[in-house]
């Protein structure tokens, strides 16, 4: 039998991110949408999709096409340019 090392820790250790608690379905259409949204990703990619919105929207980050589709209330406007946004976080 060979001898295999391991693998060798990282030098920066992940922290393990948690975001626990409870939404239900057809309660309103603000968290309707964020279902929608969750539900068209990929398995596998919704934390990543989801941290980086959220590191984006807390960074200041969204740009004008996102915030000015929010701000007139246009929901599917809204989502379209989150998907641009997405895509370009997903190409990088």
């Known amino acids: ?3 295999r090392p391991g693998r060798k820790p ?3 250790r992940s922290v393990r991110i948690r975001m626990d608690g409870y ?3 057809g309660m309103s259409e603000r968290d309707d949408v964020t279902f ?3 539900d ?3 398995a596998g990619s919704r934390f990543g999709m989801a941290w980086e919105l959220l590191t984006a929207a807390l960074n200041g980050e ?3 096409k996102v915030q000015k589709a929010v ?3 246009n929901t599917e406007e809204a ?3 989150l998907k641009d946004l997405i895509g370009a976080f997903s190409e990088g």
């Open 10 to 12: 990282d030098v920066i």
């Open 36 to 38: 929608a949204w969750l």
């Open 23 to 25: 939404r239900k379905r």
């Open 71 to 73: 701000a007139s209330g």
């Open 1 to 3: 039998m060979q001898y």
């Open 40 to 42: 068209s990703l990929p």
């Open 62 to 64: 969204l740009g004008d």
């Open 79 to 81: 989502m379209d340019a």
